[in-house]
């Protein structure tokens, strides 16, 4: 992929100019960690590096309808730029501000619901505002309004472990033609898979709790996400939460040292998918699905020193075991 720096600083706008645009094809623009950029007045600083690749930013003059509407100044995405971490902001006009409290102001993000940034800062001699991200957000839209002025139907989302199992807990304070949520997880906060779909209230004017369990977490860090979607097929994303789940597959190896067998236990055979063996610089020496072999593995021929041992669950959950070849 061809990779090039964005550094174009085009800062305060007239109101007059609410539609530039700027737009990144199919080669991208990358932008490394920590690097400022300026997209049309809206500020990034990635905590980590990022490419947009297919993406148009435009800006749109008409506030977003809230109590009370947003400022006159909307950032549109085409798409939603997702897992962003870092610094997000942008800089606005006095003749933008539509009558809000500029004090008061959040930086507020989302799509079709919003989410204000509690910890915005606000440099009203240069007319910018930012707020700084540790964990991943997704948004298609950025501006600024009080706090929860606008449509935001998301009050918390909430996570806890139940034995082997990953709890999810939601609440929402308003629903407007709201279809469904659809759970997503992720082990990278990247690539995201569909877990099922939970119907919505639909139109709600009363607090409303919902629930999901997901029975298959993976070992290590599970991220999740809600997918939010109205019946005209319009959705936005929730903030991503963490939940870290221990490995529950009970394996064991022994001889540990060995000098030329390995025998591998399993509680249950059945909910392996795999039996894996890496060498000390990362070299797959070993990946079988057949349980005789995966049970006994030769080693003799191997040089003494470090190995790594992984027994791959159904779930995609897997347990490491360090293995001393003498």
């Excluded at 298609?140 to 999810?168: I, W, Y």
């Excluded at 659809?182 to 877990?195: C, F, M, N, P, Y």
């Excluded at 290590?220 to 979607?229: C, M, T, W």
Aim: neutral net charge; glycine residues 8%.
């Amino acid at each position: 992929m061809k990779r090039c720096l964005l550094f174009c600083q085009l800062a305060l706008f007239s109101t007059g100019a609410a539609h530039a645009q700027f737009t990144a094809g199919t080669d991208g623009f990358f932008i490394g960690t920590g690097t400022d950029v300026y997209l049309n007045g809206l500020t990034l600083r990635p905590g980590e590096p990022i490419t947009l690749e297919n993406k148009t930013q435009a800006i749109n003059a008409q506030p977003v309808d809230g109590q009370p509407p947003s400022i006159a100044r909307v950032y549109l995405f085409d798409s939603p730029l997702t897992g962003f971490i870092g610094r997000l902001g942008f800089f606005y006009n006095d003749s933008e501000l539509n009558n809000n409290t500029e004090s008061a102001l959040k930086l507020t993000f989302g799509n079709t619901n919003y989410t204000s940034a509690t910890n915005t800062v606000i440099d009203q001699g240069l007319n910018y505002m930012y707020s700084d991200f540790a964990t991943p957000i997704t948004f298609d839209r950025v501006t600024a309004a009080t706090e929860n002025a606008l449509p935001v139907s998301l009050v918390n989302f909430l996570l806890r472990k139940e034995g082997g199992a990953a709890q999810l807990s939601w609440k929402t304070s308003l629903e407007s033609n709201s279809a469904f949520f659809e759970v997503q997880r992720s082990v990278d906060a990247r690539t995201w898979t569909a877990l099922g779909m939970v119907t919505a209230a639909g139109e709600s004017r009363e607090a409303k709790d919902y629930t999901f369990t997901d029975n298959a977490p993976v070992a290590g860090d599970n991220y999740y996400r809600l997918r939010l979607v109205d019946n005209d097929g319009s959705f936005s994303f929730s903030q991503l939460r963490k939940l870290y789940m221990e490995s529950v597959l009970a394996a064991s190896v022994y001889p540990n040292p060995t000098a030329d067998k390995l025998l591998v236990t399993v509680d249950d055979w059945n909910k392996v998918r795999s039996v894996r063996l890496i060498d000390g610089l990362g070299r797959k020496l070993l990946d079988t699905q057949d349980q005789k072999s995966a049970a006994e593995i030769d080693v003799k021929s191997y040089p003494s020193g470090l190995y790594l041992l992984q027994v791959v669950r159904q779930n995609g959950s897997m347990q490491t075991i360090k293995v001393v070849k003498k």
